[in-house]
């Protein structure tokens, strides 16, 4: 009731000072938070049960078990794009699994980080729980300590100072990190519902999401019927003017808004749906771009923003062995009325997540594993999974005196045949 109360109070407070021109973060920051919280509550005293362990014949009077443990004081850094979410999201599994924890949020998104610090002490203990602010220097200085574990969201760069930093003592890590995530359509698609579910996935959030498609890969042929499709759903959703809809978010900052504006002067691709865009408001109309070639900017590093590429290939094949070159994505999506090419698509690749017909949903369930594989990240979170990357599972083994006799078999000296050998 604690956090309802967090939730209620400060909600508006967030909307109007992060997000001003949406309800975006009542979705993606408080909702999929509450229903985090509540499924952690509710499964919590399951969870924390001792193990019991198989036993064998030398063992069989003994009480073994894995029993959960907090690993102590974990550091969660955050970052950006989901300012709330990314914080306190790993910090119901830290806190389910007993730790005390430090966070450090984004100093890019600076209203929810002194939000963040002003409500934590004031809902929680403070001896337990601590909010530390600052940019890459003071997270550095903050790094000098020992930690138990440390939770990092961001980006690849920043993750392998992380690494070093933690290499010192010996500090576990759990890293969510990003890349760029396909989206296969091939087959029969009702290509108005793709469309609508696309658009949504892609442009939530102005594109600034760690899972939103990144490029979209089809035939020449349907990428002639998602076109018109994709147009609709933008026009359905922000209407005819996505610069004045309040439902479309702006670029979090200057740095980045400029960062996509060079992509968009650089990609060699055809703009064919949106473009625009204004330093000022920090806008980017939802932009659609084709013929993108595999060494186009646009395909060298993670978008993250509102600008969706279309690559064309010839098969489901051609378009997996495209995946397969780059580095292994966060989420994968593939788009098809055909389940054979939804398997061929799912066994022939790797991901942190997979969905079909859908984007971003599979990581709204709190009984599905959240996380990347290799360089889209290590180790995972929500529900169940936030515990046990914050607990240390011990192996105990509770022995009594029995069976001594049986012992000596074990001991030495080891004359011929005493084992039966
Ligand atoms: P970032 O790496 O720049 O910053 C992340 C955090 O690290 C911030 O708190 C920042 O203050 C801190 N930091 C920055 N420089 C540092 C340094 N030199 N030393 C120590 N700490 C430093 O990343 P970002 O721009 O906030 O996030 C963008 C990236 O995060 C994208 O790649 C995106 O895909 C990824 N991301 C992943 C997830 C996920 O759940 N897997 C979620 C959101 C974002």
């Given at each position: 009731s604690r956090s309802k109360d967090f939730v209620d109070i400060h909600c508006k407070q967030l909307k109007?000072?992060?997000?001003?021109?949406?309800?975006?973060?009542?979705?993606?920051?408080?909702?999929?938070?509450?229903?985090?919280?509540?499924?952690?509550?509710?499964?919590?005293?399951?969870?924390?049960?001792?193990?019991?362990?198989s036993t064998n014949l030398a063992t069989k009077l003994d009480d073994c078990f894995i029993r959960r443990e907090p690993l102590g004081v974990v550091l969660i850094i955050g970052s950006w794009n989901y300012p709330l979410q990314l914080l306190l999201l790993p910090m119901v599994g830290a806190i389910a699994a007993g730790n005390c924890v430090i966070l450090k949020p984004s100093e890019v998104s600076a209203t929810t980080g002194s939000l963040v610090a002003e409500l934590v002490p004031k809902y929680l203990s403070q001896e337990c729980y601590a909010v530390i602010r600052g940019g890459a220097e003071e997270t550095q200085e903050l790094l000098k300590n020992r930690f138990d574990h440390i939770f990092f969201t961001g980006s690849k760069g920043v993750a392998r100072s992380i690494l070093q930093a933690a290499s010192l003592h010996f500090t576990p890590v759990t890293l969510e990190l990003g890349g760029k995530s396909p989206c296969v359509v091939y087959g029969p698609v009702n290509m108005t519902a793709a469309a609508r579910r696309l658009v949504w996935a892609k442009f939530f959030n102005a594109g600034q999401s760690c899972v939103a498609p990144d490029y979209i890969l089809c035939t020449s042929s349907t990428r002639d019927l998602l076109l018109p499709a994709l147009k609709e759903a933008l026009w359905e959703f922000y209407g005819e003017d996505p610069r004045t809809c309040p439902d479309l978010c702006r670029i979090v900052s200057p740095q980045h808004w400029t960062r996509l504006r060079a992509l968009l002067e650089k990609t060699r691709g055809r703009i064919v749906i949106g473009g625009e865009s204004d330093q000022e408001d920090k806008y980017m109309a939802p932009t659609v771009v084709v013929d993108?070639?595999?060494?186009?900017?646009?395909?060298?590093?993670?978008?993250?923003?509102?600008?969706?590429?279309?690559?064309?290939?010839?098969?489901?094949?051609?378009?997996?062995?495209?995946?397969?070159?780059?580095?292994?994505?966060?989420?994968?999506?593939?788009f098809s009325e055909e389940s054979s090419v939804v398997k061929t698509v799912l066994e022939k690749t790797s991901s942190g997540g997979f969905c079909s017909?859908?984007?971003?949903?599979?990581?709204?369930?709190?009984?599905?594993?959240?996380?990347?594989?290799?360089?889209?990240?290590?180790?995972?979170?929500?529900?169940?999974?936030?515990?046990?990357?914050?607990?240390?599972?011990?192996?105990?083994?509770?022995?009594?005196?029995?069976?001594?006799?049986?012992?000596t078999l074990r001991y030495p000296p080891y004359s011929d045949g005493k084992l039966g050998w």
């Open positions: 109007f000072n992060e997000a001003p021109h949406n309800d975006t973060p009542v979705l993606s920051e408080v909702d999929i938070l509450l229903n985090d919280l509540t499924f952690t509550i509710s499964n919590l005293s399951s969870w924390m049960q001792p193990e019991s362990a993108v070639s595999e060494d186009d900017a646009l395909m060298a590093e993670e978008i993250l923003g509102p600008i969706l590429p279309i690559l064309s290939v010839e098969s489901v094949e051609e378009a997996i062995a495209l995946i397969n070159r780059g580095q292994k994505p966060l989420a994968l999506y593939v017909n859908d984007g971003i949903v599979h990581m709204t369930l709190p009984s599905l594993p959240f996380g990347g594989v290799g360089a889209s990240g290590w180790g995972s979170y929500h529900g169940r999974w936030g515990f046990e990357t914050f607990s240390h599972r011990r192996a105990c083994m509770l022995r009594g005196w029995a069976l001594e006799r049986f012992n």
